[in-house]
């Protein structure tokens, strides 16, 4: 059930004024951990202690710490995740009896207390008794208001051979969710919550993750050959005397960690300048845009880290550059990056699984040594993922939502980061594809997925609600950036960029819900744009808008009898025709009617462009609520076309074949037919991995 949208929304109003808010320098820091950790190339084992320290967020005492213990995913066929997946995840296969899993071997409490025993498994999300891989820990005594809690730990993990995000393959590590995490004590109030508790759902096949700020320091113990690089900055490298160096990182207002280590990296060393990456006019624009200071538009210098594998060495300035699009465009649009570095990790091949994914000051990318040459080099594949897991420092890392619950917060407002960025850098028609005269940008590969039958989903959903669980996909990337794409259509590019912005000023360092960006939405606006998120956001079904029929024909000669000042008087069938005739010689009138429809559930308002013959193109705009609304015209030209969202803003209509219609000699079937072997070649590429 739609929303009746009121007429007066539709009209053009301004953006209300909204003042800028200040960037939080630091967040929080609701948790600490300082953590050692050695590597055991052999057994493919981590051994690790932790010093965890907790501060209570709440107004009452909490009584248990729960913990995160990702790797448990990996220990067996019947946990949750491989129940979920069938051991498959983005393509990738888990390897035959590589197995991984994590134990917590000691937890103490800073007074010496024995805690080990106390540990339980929990299955808060399905029951699922096999499932290891969230853990509850009843303290000695309750954690008052405001107090701090200090344990020590030592665990083991065990990696398997490179799945999911995580892993080895051969000498290549990409070492993440690897320790024990806490989840996020959310106070009443927090996210809608009635009574406080812990968030720490397990680990589904199509979730990511959720947890709060605070700081790292992490020595890192591997072989005196590998190449080490890691979340946060390296402050420490010292050399044992058993063949091992200690890497040591240290980063504040970051909610998660990970690293890499390999003996064949390439490390390449870059420093994205704001004074020389960015002019004077892209600040002045940005600050214009965005209604903001030049102060407040300003970026700082970043140290890029890009651990690259030796047969990719060709793409080196690839993935510098694309990192450098990340800083800028983020920067400028969302507010600075406020950490020194950033590392950007390429997978050794046959690793693809650690590809394509977003840890704080640290990603992976991925590519392929055919992308080394002409012409497969205008292939933007690594662009494209390098930029969007760099945008997950804001969406995801910054502004830090419940990637279980509500992953379109991240994932889609990324994937329309993303595309803007991609856009910009790399151009709008040409952006992802120019391959041997053919050009394909950002936003046809992403139309292409979209179906009239998409409409058994919600965005807003938990990640393992989606059904068949591949619909994850679709919901939470494509059709939230399609979604916003269409917003900005109807808000314009000033208004939606300030939406932007002003969302992630609010809750950077913070964790918001859906309802904190709908809101903001509709501040910055000047408009309540709850009926469009309600139908789009909240609701299944699609929007498509289509022109149903058109006929513009010759004006009826009138016939029968007819009363007048000068009497009654009949106009006979030769009468009729003569009168047509003469119509014919002189210039007669033309009867245009045209119908259109909304062949799906959403209520739009759009725009119909007429084009008459020999007249400029005419527009009307139409609120879309009807079924149909027919148009109709009585004028001395004929009608050439109709076409509807001429300007092709409502990107979110499944259906753009449908959009337009010629009168007769319908030469845009030619481009019906083209746009489908387009999409056709799109999923060639994809199919590939492009």
Known sequence: MYRVIPVLLLLPLGAAPVLAEPLPERSGRIVGYTMTVRL???????????RLTWRNPSAEPVGDLWFHLYLNAFKNTKTTFFRESGGRLRGDQAAKDSWGWIDITSMKTEAGVDLTSRITFEQPDDGNEDDQTVARVVLPEPVEPGATVALDLTFTSKLPQVFARTGFKHDFYLVGQWFPKLGVYEPAGMRGRETGGWNCHQFHASSEFYADYGSYVVAIT??????????????????????????????????????????????????????????????????????????????????????????????????VRSAKEGLKWFGLWYGKYPYRTLTVVDPQPGGGGAGGMEYPTFITAGTNVLFNRWPFDRIRGLEMVTIHEFGHQFWYGLVGNNEFEEAWLDEGINSYSTGRVIDVAYGRDRGMVEFLGLRIGEADILRAGNSPAAIYNRIIARAWDYTPPGAYGFYSYQKPELALRTLEGLLGEQTMARVMRTFHERWRFRHPRSDDFFDVASEVSGRDLSWYFDQVFRGTDVLD???????????????????????????????????????????????????????????????????????????????????????????????????????????????????????????????????????????LLASFGL
């Open 545 to 683: 808008y289509a022109v149903g029929s058109v006929s513009s024909e010759p004006a009826p000669q009138p016939r029968g009898v007819f009363d007048g000042p000068d009497g009654r008087t009949t106009v006979s069938e030769q009468d009729a025709r003569n009168a047509a005739r003469e119509a014919r010689r002189t210039g007669q009138q033309y009867e245009t009617r045209v119908v259109v429809q909304r062949r799906g559930g959403v209520c739009f308002p759009v725009d119909v462009a007429f084009k008459f013959e020999g007249k400029p193109v005419e527009r009307l705009t139409w609120d879309g609520r009807d079924r149909t609304r027919v148009f109709r015209f009585t004028r001395a030209e004929r009608l050439e076309w109709v076409d509807v969202d001429p300007d092709r803003k409502v990107v979110l209509d499944v259906n753009w074949l449908n959009n337009g219609r010629r009168v007769e000699g319908d030469r845009r079937t030619r481009v019906a037919w083209t746009s489908r072997w387009l999409f056709f070649v799109q999923n």
């Open 222 to 319: 591997v072989p005196s050959s590998y190449r080490v690089s890691a979340t946060g900055e390296r402050t420490q490298e010292r050399t044992n005397g058993d063949g091992t160096t200690t890497f040591t990182y240290v980063q504040d207002d970051v909610h998660d960690f990970a690293w890499t280590a390999d003996p064949d990296y390439i490390v390449v060393k870059a420093t994205f300048s704001a004074t020389k990456d960015v002019t004077s006019a892209e600040y002045q624009q940005a600050a214009s845009l965005l209604g903001r200071t030049l102060e407040e538009v300003m970026l700082s210098d970043v140290e890029i880290t890009v651990m690259l594998q030796p047969d990719h060495a060709p793409q080196a300035d690839r993935h």
């Open 40 to 50: 055991d190339p052999e057994t493919r084992q981590l051994t690790g202690t932790q």
